[in-house]
């Protein structure tokens, strides 16, 4: 499955770094930037993480809430928002149901060695539940800025 810009947000709930479960639902009103990252602790995955605590004050000035989700236990991305002070809503999709419904659990490749894992994608998601930008395979140290560059219209 694909999913485009104008095509409605699947819906979801998953567990965030403190146990407690975050829906999409919930935030409906709002802004959400959804970024699935293929593993928590991971150097890609810290600046893309980092990025987004950095640029805390960009988003909130957008309106926007941002969820990172991994296939992480929330056991690990516990660990991980305490070791770099992250301070936004990790999810834990364990079983990548979630992954699964945005299209993003994907084979992969490395050292000649097939298996499934995470695609590094992030969604616009506008407060109506409608997705209004897709970025594939961004890399980590330019993820902020072209978020921030979609949600102003640029």
Not at 28 to 34: A, P, S
Request: glycine share 12%; proline share 7%.
């Amino acid at each position: 499955m694909t999913l485009n810009p104008g095509d409605k947000a699947p819906g979801f709930t998953l567990p965030g770094q403190d146990g407690e479960p975050v829906s999409l639902e919930s935030l409906r009103g709002k802004n959400v930037i959804l970024y699935f990252y293929p593993k928590a602790d991971t150097p890609g995955c810290t600046t893309q993480a980092c990025g987004v605590r950095d640029h805390r004050a960009d988003y909130e000035r957008a309106g926007a809430v941002v969820l990172g989700v991994s296939p992480d236990p929330v056991k690990r991305i516990a660990k991980f928002d305490n070791k770099h002070g992250l301070g936004f809503p990790l999810l834990g999709d364990e079983d990548h149901s979630v992954a699964e419904k945005y299209g993003v659990w994907v084979q992969k490749s490395m050292y000649g060695r097939t298996y499934m894992g995470m695609e590094r994608t992030t969604f616009v998601i506008s407060p109506e539940g409608t997705i209004t930008a897709v970025l594939r395979k961004v890399k980590p140290d330019q993820h902020d800025e072209l978020v921030l560059d979609s949600l102003r219209g640029s």
